[in-house]
């Protein structure tokens, strides 16, 4: 059984940063591509970030690109994703998502993914 654990959530300021991490039970995680989504209350579910199964390529939402980052070890069975100047517009639950292959164009739409942990919240004030 696959699970996907995020930590790293918490309360911030506008401009602090957070690191949020992704414990992957997969056996083969370095044949993954990982992302992050995230939700805000009342709205879906949206792309921020994507690594592919060896980290030579990533991909980001236009609002996050620039300020968050994300990073895997393989070896530890982690994702990673560095969030940099944090704006309240950052405000919501971040979700990370496991599945195999490489990163494509689809690779944006939620639907696409087939494993899920089961999110944290992440909460930014001005």
């Known amino acids: 059984q696959v699970a996907l654990v995020e930590a790293g959530g918490g309360s911030a300021q506008t401009g602090d940063s957070l690191r949020l991490s992704c414990t992957a039970s997969?056996?083969?995680?370095?044949?993954?591509?990982m992302g992050w989504f995230r939700q805000a209350p009342g709205k879906e579910r949206t792309f921020v970030g994507a690594i592919d199964w060896n980290g030579d390529r990533t991909d980001y939402s236009e609002s996050v690109k620039g300020r968050f980052t994300i990073s895997r070890d393989n070896a530890k069975k982690l994702v990673y994703l560095q969030m940099n100047s944090l704006n309240p517009e950052d405000t919501a639950v971040y979700y990370c998502?496991?599945?195999?292959?490489?990163?494509?164009?689809?690779?944006?739409?939620?639907?696409?993914?087939?494993?899920w942990g089961q999110g944290t919240q992440v909460t930014v004030s001005s």
């Open positions: 998502a496991a599945d195999r292959g490489r990163l494509t164009r689809a690779s944006g739409s939620w639907k696409t993914w087939q494993y």
């Open positions: 997969l056996q083969t995680f370095n044949l993954y591509r």
